[in-house]
Every structure is written in structure tokens, then in C-alpha cells.
């Protein structure tokens, strides 16, 4: 009765995978502003989800095998951690083809891939460990206590880390609904960085109450370049022209005006990306997310099976592993 239902589950799951695959490329509309590019959202960030579970999940079991000290909670934390790794894998490469199709580049070293490599230092360091040592108490052990401190780790290279910088492929202030950037201030003739695109404020154009700003933007990957003019209301202190970035609807507002030091503060308006409001790509993006975490822990325990099942031939065939 048991393997049935593995077998039923397998199935489903793997029918489930297969309509998040139709979904995404068939059904769910253009992510605007980004085309196509913007489906590989929906595999890229359930699978970060995902992997974030999965270590977890090995801290866990490493926890519960340090109080229990059965083996079994040691086949489950190393099943996670590989599982983690995996996912984290695929998280990373997702990401440095989405990074690749809107910035022109595939790594730059951003502070979230710097995080995320460092993470996958971190666990591939815990695998190289367990197959430095031959005494099998002394290596589950030793990866327990590792675990532990590993996860420690994570929130902080997840969530906190990439955030402390301020120049970031991620343009969060962007891509999140009802978030603020806080833009970058400008004297005329200087350049800066503003989300993922290069700017340079040329001019500032008084014409009574209203300044205008001439501002050359570079798109991402200095692919072309293009003269937008926002303006601002010195009586009012309000933003009034807020022109497009070409290809998508964020837009570049004047914010501030400092005329003593011809200087101005540029930002993007964020309106988020909407991504999810529609209710067909919200409901794929929840999908993916269920099917990703599914196979994982499908995954989780066909590995930590396994483990468990080489280990007891290993004793009975007299074999250290």
C-alpha cells in the first residue's frame, strides 16, 4: 500500500511540474517592461524558497541527532543539505540568465550573488568534511554541530546581506509593489548609478517656478542611450513631468532641486511590478512554489532511503562508509 502511493505521489508530482512548465511558458502573460524574460521568476525565486527549507530542514535534523543520536536523523540532515545545495544551484543560475537577458551580464558580483556564493562555499565545505572522516560517529558528529552553525549563516547571506549594499543588480526598491528608492543626487556634469542604469545630469533648465532636468540614461549592458527630461515645481516642491524608461513603465522623477549647487535628486518611481497581479501568473508563481517545495521533499526522503539503506549493506558487508 505504501509503495503505491509513492508511486501515486511521484506521479503527481511529476504531472504537477510538467503544467507549472506549460503554465509558464504558455499561458502566463509577459512579465511588462521585461518580456519573456520576466517567466524565469517563476522558477527562480521558489527555488531560492526552497532552498532556504531545505537547510533549514538539515539544521533540524542535525539538532535532533545530536539529542537522539540516530543515525536516521543523520540521513535526513545530510538528504536536506544536499537538496539545499542543489536548489541553491539552480536559484543561482536562474538568476544569471535573468541577470544575463536585462543587464547585460552574467556575474558581476553583486552582493547577492557574492552571498549566494559564499553560501555554496559554506555547504560544499560540510560535504567535503564528511568525506574527510572515516570514523562514522565522529563524522555525523562533527556535520551536526557544522549544520548548525552553517544555518546561522543563511538568513543572514538571504535576506540581511544583500540588502546592506547600496548598489545592487536587485533593484528591490523597483521590483517590490509600494517599496521607495532613495534615488542619487546629482551635480550637473556627474554620473551615478540609479537601480541598474547608468545616468548622467547634463542640464538644469529654470523657466520660472518649473526646473527641467536633462538627463542621459544608459540602458543596462550600455546598449543605448536616451535623453530624458523630468521636471520639478520649485513652488510646490512636487514632481511634475515624470518621464518612462524606455522598454518599461518605471519612470524618472526630480525629486529635488538644490539651484546654489546645480544639483538635482533623481529616483525611480516605483510602482512594483505587478508581476503578480494578475491573477494567472499569481497562481502559477503559487504553483511552482508548491511543486518545487513537493519535489523537494520527494527528493528528501528517496535520498535519506538511500543513505540509510547503504549504510546498514555497508554494516552487513563489513564496510566502512
Known sequence: ?????????????????AGVVVAMFAIVPQYEGLGNAGRIII???????????????SAL????????????????ALAAAEGGFLFTALATVTGMIFSEVVWGVYWNWDPRQTSIFVLLLIYAALFALRSALDDVQRRRQLSAVYSLFAFVTVPFLVFVAPRMAESTLHPNCVFIQGSHCDGITLEVGRLGLLGDRKIELLELERDGDVVTAQVLVSEPGLATETLLRPSFNLATGTMMDRPEFPGVRYQLG???????????????????????ANRTTLFTFLASTGAFTALFFWMLHVRATLLGVAWRLAQREGIRL
Open 1 to 17: 500500500m505504501a509503495q503505491h502511493m509513492a508511486q501515486v505521489g511521484k506521479l503527481l508530482i511529476g504531472i504537477w511540474m
Open 61 to 76: 535534523f542535525s539538532g535532533l541527532y545530536l539529542w537522539k543520536r540516530n543515525p536516521v536523523y543523520d540521513d535526513y
Open 43 to 57: 522558477m527562480h525565486v521558489p527555488t531560492a524558497w526552497v532552498s532556504v527549507v531545505a537547510f533549514a530542514l
Open 254 to 276: 526630480l525629486e529635488r532641486v538644490d539651484l546654489a549647487t546645480n544639483s538635482g535628486l533623481l529616483n525611480i518611481e516605483a510602482p512594483g511590478s505587478g508581476v503578480l
